[in-house]
């Protein structure tokens, strides 16, 4: 793949070359840097070494329904696994991709950059190499990274037994057994060497369930700047990579605001998810003050919490207390006494929340509220990862009314 560059015409020859004035806002001597060819790297972790399988042949076929061109390029990481499709000629293992669009949605037909074999995607520092080759291959103004998986926000709900280990939170591999944890601090470890090199993410996706949590947010609030993630269950058609892909092509100079506030419309409007909403994630200071307070007035109202608890929705009645709304738990605290003003931290950092039919009310982001899993409240309250539980008194008012 050739790396446009960018390049300045030179003075016509025996004309005279201008006398160079200062310009304001650079130091003396100090020439503009010149845009880079590309605006967006769109960079797709898409891990389908799972039961997701039969969806990543679907996916790359909708990435190159997206087009091409408009200074904008897409780097794909694919892991299949045997067993579960045996579309585009039942490959297996991992390839890497730069995707180039077409409109025929049967056959991928973009080329393969990468044969890896058979790659761990469920260990962060294969996430971290993955991201450093998108950016030595497609160097950009602004990035979009998605996380394409199964998801559940901090970690995984939790299974029959008690004593059974935490499943997968973001990113699980089969072959490997393995996943990537958020509140055992992996995720981030995952990007930060990228962070560290081009500043945070302009866009962080999550094609993956319950992702969008507040302690999800918080987690990575100096890894990216906003996020694009559902409350619920998430579906097939999940992040609609087609429609995003033309928008930046159609208009590659946007900061990524609109794009991820469509996205997530898209997602619900016309994919048909349950929910979906864009943060902004540099919001989540004030947001997490509010958790604190709401963590203080919990251990000082004893059962008013508990009531809170019960009355607040959630965005999963299955496991209703794992996915509270964050902004409907506020609104119902704040009835019960609490001082806080939950709801309007949430309506301030949320960009746009969108849901269909029963979830149209939902404001965007969950919170853990759960009194019954005392084995997963521990990497709730101590994993390595687990900054909104540092950082908020939260966690000690769940502990606080929690059976002994």
Not at 86 to 112: A, K
Request: hydrophobic letters at 45%; aromatic letters at 8%.
């Amino acid at each position: 793949m050739l790396l446009l560059l960018l390049a300045c015409r030179p003075p016509l020859e025996g004309s005279p070359l201008p006398q160079s004035q200062p310009i304001p806002g650079w130091d003396a001597g100090e020439a503009p840097e010149a845009p880079l060819a590309t605006a967006w790297t769109v960079l797709v972790y898409m891990n389908g070494d799972n039961n997701l399988e039969g969806y990543v042949v679907h996916d790359l076929n909708e990435l190159e329904a997206g087009g091409d061109g408009g200074r904008v390029r897409v780097l794909v990481q694919a892991d299949r696994i045997d067993g579960y499709n045996t579309e585009d000629g039942d490959w297996q293992g991992t390839r890497r991709y730069e995707i180039v669009g077409d409109d025929d949605l049967e056959q991928v037909t973009s080329p393969v950059l990468e044969d890896m074999g058979e790659v761990d995607m469920g260990d962060p520092a294969v996430l971290a190499d993955f991201l450093a080759w998108g950016r030595a291959v497609a160097p950009a103004e602004r990035y979009a990274v998605f996380l394409w998986n199964h998801g559940d926000s901090w970690t995984f709900a939790p299974p029959p037994a008690e004593e059974a280990a935490p499943p997968p939170s973001i990113s699980s591999d089969d072959t490997s057994g393995s996943w990537i944890s958020v509140a055992e601090g992996e995720l981030v470890s995952g990007l930060d060497a990228f962070v560290a090199a081009e500043g945070p993410i302009d866009l962080l996706g999550f094609d993956a369930c319950y992702m969008a949590s507040f302690e999800v947010a918080y987690a990575l609030r100096n890894h990216a700047r906003l996020m694009l993630a559902s409350e619920a269950w998430v579906g097939g058609e999940g992040v609609l990579y087609t429609p995003l892909l033309q928008s930046l092509r159609e208009d590659p100079e946007q900061d990524g605001v609109l794009l991820a506030d469509v996205a997530a419309k898209q997602s619900v409007v016309e994919g048909g998810e349950l929910t979906f909403s864009a943060t902004d994630l540099t919001q989540m200071a004030q947001l997490a003050a509010e958790v604190d307070a709401l963590g203080l007035w919990g251990l000082e109202a004893g059962e008013g919490l508990d009531g809170a608890l019960v009355s607040a929705r959630a965005a999963d009645p299955d496991w209703p207390s794992w996915y509270l709304d964050l902004a409907d738990l506020g609104r119902v605290a704040a009835a019960a006494g609490a001082p806080v003003a939950l709801d309007e931290a949430v309506e301030q950092a949320v960009i746009g929340a969108y849901g269909n039919g029963r979830y149209d009310w939902t404001g965007g982001l969950t919170l853990f509220g759960d009194l019954e899993s005392p084995g997963y409240f521990r990497l709730y309250q101590e994993g390595a990862g687990a900054v909104w539980s540092q950082d908020t008194r939260w966690d000690e008012a769940l502990a606080s009314r929690m059976p002994r």
